[in-house]
């Protein structure tokens, strides 16, 4: 078995203005599909291959480079193009607002320390919303493609949103203002979506 590049679940040019589709189009046609097949060869013939992407990663040997940064990059990803819709933006409601709150005390508290987490993030890496067992959130970043279900990684949890900060994902159309970028990305958040990954993950 191995895995497949998802379709985007919209077209390339949905998002924008706030993702440009030139972005989008290598983003997701040149990077994204990169990684998928760096993936599939790293674990080709050995005892990784036929496992799903999450135990993978949970049970990472993070020795192995090819597989954290390919198995990294193909579920980062994955999860990246599912957390936005053209549709997005505006907050969460119900259990995850709820649980947002308990943690950050209100939205915009919760959206300055995750803006904070990727702003921060020196370098390549992704800004992440957790949950862990239990319902609790957490906001944590991490470099390159390494992400929190690996062993040891971030603030541990299983990501429910992600947020890749890498130039490649904003440097057409935002060049060096990683912040525009990030303040852009609550304008497409699905949190329909980040909502239902919550439901499932808690
Ligand atoms: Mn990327």
């Known amino acids: 078995m191995s895995f497949t590049l998802p379709e985007l679940p919209y077209a390339k040019d949905a998002l924008e203005p706030n993702i440009d589709a030139k972005t989008m189009e290598i983003h997701h046609g040149k990077h994204h599909a990169g990684y998928t097949t760096k993936l599939n060869k790293a674990i080709e013939g050995t005892d990784l291959d036929g496992k799903t992407i999450e ?33 997005g933006g505006g907050e969460p409601t119900g259990e995850l607002a709820d649980a947002i709150n308990a943690a950050y005390g209100n939205f915009e508290s919760f959206k300055d320390k995750f803006s904070s ?3 921060g993030q020196f370098g390549s890496g992704w800004a992440w919303l957790c949950v862990h ?34 130039e490649h994902a904003y440097y057409l159309n935002y060049q060096n203002r990683r912040p525009d970028y990030v303040n852009a990305f609550f304008n497409v958040i699905n949190w329909d979506k980040v909502s239902a990954l919550y439901a499932q993950n808690k």
């Open 55 to 87: 135990n993978i990663l949970i049970n990472l040997d993070m020795s192995n480079t090819a597989v954290r940064n390919n198995g990294g990059g193909f579920y980062n990803h994955r999860l990246f193009w599912e957390v936005m819709s053209p549709d």
């Open 133 to 166: 067992e239990g319902g609790k959130v957490e906001v944590c970043s991490t470099p390159n493609q390494d992400n929190p279900l690996m062993p040891k990684v971030g603030c541990g949890g299983t990501p429910i949103l992600g947020l890749d900060v890498w």
């Open 117 to 119: 987490a990727a702003g």
